[in-house]
Structure formats: C-alpha cells, structure tokens
C-alpha cells in the first residue's frame, strides 16, 4: 500500500490549489479515502473524508463550502480542490487510507498561504 501525495504549494489568500493522493497496491474505491492537515505546532486534524462506493462526502466546519474532495476510480487518484484559501490552512497535508483496523498515510505535501 502506498500514498503519495503531490500539488501542494505556496499561494496568495483567495487563490486555489487541487491536492492528488495517487494510490497503489489497492483499490482506493473499496475504502474511505480522507484528507487531514497539521499545523505547526497544533494536531493533525480531519479535512475531509469520501466514503467508498457511493462517494458520500463529509468536510470540517472550516473548509465547508471552499474545499471538496474527489475521486478518480480510473486513476486510483483521490483529489482535494481547495478554494478561497486563508492562511489559517497552512498545513502539511496527508492523505489517508483505513483498510481495515490500520491506516495507512502519505509523506504529506506542503500548502502555504500567504501574501
């Protein structure tokens, strides 16, 4: 099982950036695939997560409305599009896989916004 994560970046206020959590070694599709950031300094927290099949997604309060997380079956790709960044979302992002009891977690991809 492997996740990488890719397309982060520095970016203004109000700007946007799309994550990709390329995954291998299993079908990304069967299970819920999330998106979690950390601060520095603070705990790494949820951001969004997609269930499996249906696609049913559930976001924090803070990101509600300016990010939405995706999918790729195709591509065994999962995306996170990030709009009307603020500052506050400086973080490292990851991207997580629960396969059963384990999770399992990419090297994380920096985001910077700031002017």
């Known amino acids: 099982v492997q996740l990488v994560e890719s397309g982060g970046g520095l970016v203004q206020p109000g700007g946007s950036l799309r994550l990709s959590c390329a995954a291998s070694?299993?079908?990304?599709?069967?299970?819920?695939m999330s998106w979690y950031r950390q601060a520095p300094g603070k705990e790494r927290e949820l951001v969004a997560d997609?269930?499996?099949?249906?696609?049913?997604?559930n976001y924090a309060d803070s990101v509600k409305g300016r990010f939405t997380i995706s999918r790729d079956n195709a591509k065994n790709t999962v995306y996170l599009q990030m709009n009307s960044l603020k500052p506050e979302d400086t973080a490292v992002y990851f991207c997580?896989?629960?396969?059963?009891?384990?999770?399992?977690w990419g090297q994380g991809t920096q985001v910077t916004v700031s002017s």
């Open positions: 997580n896989a629960q396969i059963g009891l384990i999770g399992f």
């Open positions: 070694g299993f079908t990304s599709s069967r299970y819920v």
């Open positions: 997609l269930t499996r099949a249906g696609g049913s997604a």
